[in-house]
């Protein structure tokens, strides 16, 4: 009887893992849960990209609605939603801040020259701490941060107009109207 439950045990341990691999299989990348929603976003403070601009901080959330979104000139993903950025950037009652992630400034520098600047505030997270704090699992991520500097929403993955359209803006006029 204990050779034939012997014999089996291969079998069982086999199928559990075909079943663990089925389920990680169906799960959406983009559901990724953030322990963050409704909390106050990480105190941080990061320098800026740019020699004569300032840098970014959790005190520039200066009560209206941003959206703050990590990216990195290495990130292909980063480029795909980039237009989607620059869109964004430059409709009215949107703010848009950008964290570089573990990047080099000049890198990003002329990733921003050569597609263009969407940004109001850039700050440089070269060890990655920042981000970590805020709970980023891999650029892009954009959140939704409140006039109160609570995040309100996490975007994980390349902004698509849909996404915009669906998702952010929706958001970005209802905080905007209940403060």
């Not at 990195?72 to 409709?91: D, F, N, T």
């Not at 929403?153 to 359209?165: I, Q, S, Y």
Request: charged content about 25%.
């Amino acid at each position: 009887m204990a050779r034939k439950l012997l014999f089996l045990l291969p079998a069982a341990l086999f199928a559990v893992l075909v079943i663990a691999l089925a389920v990680g299989l169906r799960h959406d990348p983009h559901l990724l849960p953030s322990a963050l929603i409704d909390r106050p976003a990480p105190d941080f403070t990061l320098p800026g990209l740019y020699e004569n601009a300032g840098g970014f901080t959790r005190q520039d959330f200066d009560g209206r609605v941003t959206l703050v979104n990590f990216f990195a000139s290495w990130c292909a993903p980063c480029r795909e939603e980039h237009p989607e950025l620059l869109a964004l950037g430059r409709l009215p009652g949107v703010t848009l801040d950008g964290i570089a992630y573990k990047d080099k400034p000049d890198d990003s520098r002329r990733f921003l020259e050569r597609l263009g600047d969407p940004y109001r505030r850039i700050g440089i997270d070269r060890s990655g701490a920042t981000a970590i704090d805020f709970g980023v699992y891999g650029v892009p991520e954009t959140y939704v941060v409140d006039g109160t500097g609570r995040i309100r929403h996490r975007h994980v993955g390349p902004l698509t107009a849909e996404d915009v359209k669906r998702e952010i803006l929706p958001l970005v006029q209802q905080i905007s109207r209940a403060e």
